[in-house]
């Protein structure tokens, strides 16, 4: 079974531009959460997706944004790219809506990279 | 607000050795809490959880985790550690709006 799979891999920016990441979840899962892993930050909550709904955000500015779409594959968009925003942007899905029920699956990240 | 915290950064242990990684935790009602493990470049994967139940939880790779409710604690051991056990450990909790919120993460280093 096919884990979670995010593209691209490394994504290098400049100032000013818009990024888009994209994540599939593990077939079966609804939920999809995003992360943001900045150096010496640790793991920072950004949105959460489930049955095409966001469900929660963390706080981040609104130029972080994202959807999901019918197959539960996710896309999260950041425009008006700053330097701080390079980072390592994790994707997880999980079986049920909310994390009570079960663990998360994380996928490999893209690594994001502003000049 | 739930929050956890993971109070060292880093946790040096010689291979064959018991290992402990800390974490405490602050939630509202019955708390859901979490380990994962990160490896370099890589992405987060699940050790164990506490729902419910008994306070020591048994999860992957020969980890396991004791909760203690008195001390707000759910710190993850091993009994004997290994060198590619070397890597970054988080803590998590279920903050009750469906997402986890992660400790800082402990940098764990097995030296041969």
């Known amino acids: 079974e096919a884990g979670v799979t995010q593209s691209p891999t490394h994504l290098i920016k400049t100032r000013g531009q818009q990024a888009t990441l994209r994540c599939s979840p593990i077939?079966?899962?609804?939920?999809v959460y995003w992360y943001q892993q900045a150096l010496g930050l640790g793991l920072q909550f950004l949105l959460w997706?489930?049955?095409?709904?966001?469900?929660n955000r963390g706080n981040f500015p609104p130029r972080f944004s994202g959807r999901q779409f019918p197959n539960y594959s996710s896309e999260l968009n950041v425009n008006a790219l700053e330097l701080e925003d390079s980072a390592l942007y994790l994707c997880?899905?999980?079986?049920?809506?909310?994390?009570?029920?079960?663990?998360?699956?994380f996928g490999e990240g893209s690594r994001l990279t502003v000049l | 607000a739930q929050s956890v915290a993971q109070p060292e950064d880093q946790v040096n242990v010689a291979e064959g050795n018991p290992l402990t990684v800390k974490c405490t935790y602050s939630?509202?009602?019955?708390?859901?809490l979490f380990w994962y493990v990160q490896y370099p470049n890589r992405g987060l994967q699940f050790l164990l959880k506490?729902?419910?139940?008994?306070?020591l939880v048994k999860g992957s790779y020969g980890f396991e985790a004791e909760f203690n409710k008195s001390q707000t604690s759910f710190h993850l051991k091993k009994p004997s550690a290994l060198v590619s056990d070397s890597a970054l450990y988080f803590c998590?909790?279920?903050?009750?709006?469906?997402?986890?919120?992660f400790g800082q993460g402990t940098t764990l280093q097995v030296k041969p």
């Open positions: 997880a899905s999980s079986l049920y809506g909310g994390t009570t029920s079960g663990e998360l699956f």
């Open positions: 077939s079966g899962h609804t939920s």
């Open positions: 997706y489930d049955e095409g709904e966001e469900r």
């Open positions: 939630v509202s009602g019955n708390p859901y």
């Open positions: 506490y729902i419910t139940g008994d306070n």
């Open positions: 998590a909790v279920d903050d009750n709006t469906g997402k986890l919120i």
